[in-house]
């Protein structure tokens, strides 16, 4: 059950379930896919919205009682972790997941540094050139504004993620992408950046493809 309370909070969409839907069948008693239960222990949400992804993972693990891991959910907005809690409270685990209002990392405490073996990212797409065109009162959309090429913050996030990586072990970053954004010059970059890409799923929504992927160091 989920709730947007607020017009600025993105509601769940097709990116959203594309997650869910992947995870859903990676993750069983015996493996979070591919990783094993005992080595994933902090889970990372990055711009979680209305708390959908952080909430099915807390569920996930009231599900599979061998998982432990303790789940984190941040967001820029504060609107989105006012609403974020409140679905919380409506799917019963109230005070389960750990809230944080932060621009990417930068209101992140160091004693989180090296701590997540996964992170989650369903991030604003949409080339912002395209959403200022024609609209000269244009207001930053934190929901949907991605940079001027629709893969800035992405790239941005990237930059900054290594550093909270519990690289001790295997670990991974899931990401949301688009085909609006030149995908070829993204790939390039993030390889530029030291990861392997690898391409999950992916689905066709309207006029653009809709893509998960995974990342590794």
């Known amino acids: 059950m989920i709730s ?3 017009e600025d909070v993105y509601a769940p969409k097709e990116d959203s379930y594309l997650i869910i839907d992947y995870f859903k069948k ?3 008693p015996s493996s979070f896919d591919g990783l094993k239960p005992q ?4 889970i990372l949400d990055m711009g979680t919205g209305t708390g959908i992804i952080a909430i099915f993972l807390e569920l996930m693990k009231k599900k599979y009682n ?6 984190f959910a941040s967001d820029i907005l504060p609107n989105a972790i006012i609403c974020a809690r409140h679905n919380a409270k ?3 685990i109230t005070g389960k997941i750990t809230f944080m209002i932060s621009d990417l990392f930068n209101a992140f405490p160091q004693k989180l540094r090296k701590k997540f073996d996964i992170v989650m990212f369903n991030p604003p797409y949409l080339p912002s050139i395209e959403m200022h065109e024609g ?6 959309d934190y929901t949907f504004d991605g940079g ?4 800035e913050l992405l790239l941005k996030f990237l930059n900054q993620v290594k550093e909270y990586l519990n690289t001790s072990h295997k670990c991974y970053i899931y990401y949301i992408c688009s085909s609006i954004t030149n995908l070829d010059v993204l790939y390039e970059k993030i390889l530029d950046l030291g990861y392997i890409n690898t391409h999950l799923e992916r689905i ?5 493809d809709i893509l998960l992927n995974r990342l590794e160091i």
């Open 4 to 6: 947007v309370l607020f």
């Open 66 to 71: 061998n998982y432990t891991y303790k789940v």
């Open 39 to 42: 080595d994933v222990k902090y």
């Open 148 to 151: 001027k090429k629709g893969h």
């Open 26 to 28: 990676k993750i069983t």
């Open 204 to 208: 066709h929504f309207f006029f653009e």
């Open 135 to 140: 609209n000269m009162n244009y207001k930053k």
């Open 90 to 92: 409506l799917n019963n």
